[in-house]
């Protein structure tokens, strides 16, 4: 038996089916925001496919599809992995017994979403020179998962300036032994490691010419340098230029600890030619990690790390101090923190690894940012240390 329906009742009754209504678009249009972003990401690194296996990664970016960068043509994750240490036995105590981890690390972070990695022809000590581009070839081929996210992995390498390359085709010759190394076709990024105007003019300009001969000659998508100041990035560019070859990234020493006149020169000038800027040794050699310490119970990294931090951990402990505060308050690590300033100030950190661990605590910078107020007061502390990292020597001006 029906009861009939008070003033009150019948307003409530329509209040319900507008609220049905409005629910039932909401949920409609929250398929369809939820379905174009699935559909993103399977275009650019979709989940598993027939190929993998059962026993592929679950294939899962840590971020939002906003934020991918800009790199010339390329779409790069707002991080990438550097590979400095895949080979270095003198600095990082590299041995081949690691590379199965190595093998694990990369297969962690591509099914993550990291998409860009970072190396060069001369990373790897005395006989294992290379050993950094053999490493990610083999990985690169190797990966488990979807043929499509690996094909979506961006490979940038760096060509030495070598006292003996001194024509423009020794630097192609130089791209075509690190493509043969890779395993690939065509290099994402091929980039000058570092400028010789300071001492060799003549041979800066052969550099540029062979880096320019290299886009043209299809060998590379885009181009880069590692080093440049502001003035040498200026003269590259123009030169280039001239060339119809755009110059798509210029990679630099950026972190906390490096945050001086150079670094801020150049991301204003990047800004304006519309270069994206790579930050190598986002964590300052691990100074920023938080893991070393001078006091009882403290822990120092062997070689020549050691030396150096013991040096400089007395000065930059305020940093760190703050550093610290900021990852509590936020739930983060310090490493974290120090990735995500350099996110936070536009640049694409990148971060080494030589364990899982180290690659798993990287990968929890992405997916949040620091907010304005957070990165002010790191701003702040960083200016404060009169001694900072010690700059690559061949940094130019």
């Known amino acids: 038996m029906s009861l009939p329906l008070t003033r009150y009742g019948q307003q409530r009754t329509r209040l319900d089916l507008m609220k049905g209504r409005n629910d039932l678009i909401i949920h409609r249009r929250s398929r369809q925001i939820h379905g174009s972003t699935r559909a993103f990401w399977q275009q650019l690194l979709p989940g598993r496919s027939k190929t993998s296996g059962a026993s592929g990664p679950n294939e899962r970016p840590l971020y ?94 760096k060509f030495a300036a070598y006292p003996w390359r001194v024509l ?41 010419a062979g880096l320019a001969d290299c886009y043209q000659q299809g060998l590379v998508r885009e181009v880069g340098v590692s080093n440049y100041g502001p003035q040498q990035l200026k003269k590259i560019h123009a030169a280039l230029s001239k060339r119809g070859v755009p110059l798509a990234s210029a990679q630099i020493q950026f972190s906390l600890l490096s945050w001086g006149t150079a670094q801020q020169d150049l991301k204003a000038l990047c800004d304006d030619l519309g270069i994206t800027v790579i930050a190598y040794s986002p964590l300052a050699l691990g100074l920023l990690s938080g893991k070393y310490s001078l006091e009882e119970g403290g822990r120092l990294p062997d070689g020549p790390r050691g030396t150096l931090f013991r040096q400089l951990l007395p000065e930059v402990q305020p940093l ?15 490493s974290q923190v120090a990735i995500n300033w350099c996110m936070c100030k536009g640049a694409v950190p990148i971060p080494g690894a030589k364990d899982l661990a180290q690659a798993r605590d990287n990968l929890g910078a992405l997916g949040w940012r620091l907010g304005a107020a957070e990165v002010a007061e790191l701003d702040k502390a960083a200016a404060s240390i009169k001694k900072g990292m010690v700059q690559n020597i061949f940094q130019t001006k």
């Open 168 to 208: 423009p085709g020794n630097v192609v010759a130089a791209c075509r032994g690190s493509l043969k190394r890779l395993g690939l076709e065509q290099l994402s990024v091929g980039q000058l490691h570092w400028s010789t105007a300071n001492y060799q003019p003549l041979q800066e300009l052969a550099l540029q």
């Open 64 to 157: 939002r599809p906003s934020e991918l960068v800009p790199l010339g043509s390329l779409k790069v994750s707002p991080m990438g992995l550097g590979t400095w240490s895949w080979g270095n036995r003198f600095l990082w105590g590299y041995d081949e017994s690691q590379d199965p981890e190595l093998q694990q690390i990369f297969n962690l972070v591509v099914s993550s979403g990291i998409n860009i990695f970072d190396t060069a022809d001369s990373y790897g000590t005395g006989r294992l020179n290379g050993k950094s581009e053999l490493l990610l070839g083999k990985f690169l081929q190797e990966y488990p998962g979807s043929e499509r996210v690996r094909d979506g992995v961006h490979i940038a390498t």
């Open 320 to 334: 760190v101090r703050v550093v610290k505060e900021v990852a509590e308050e936020r739930r983060k690590t310090t």
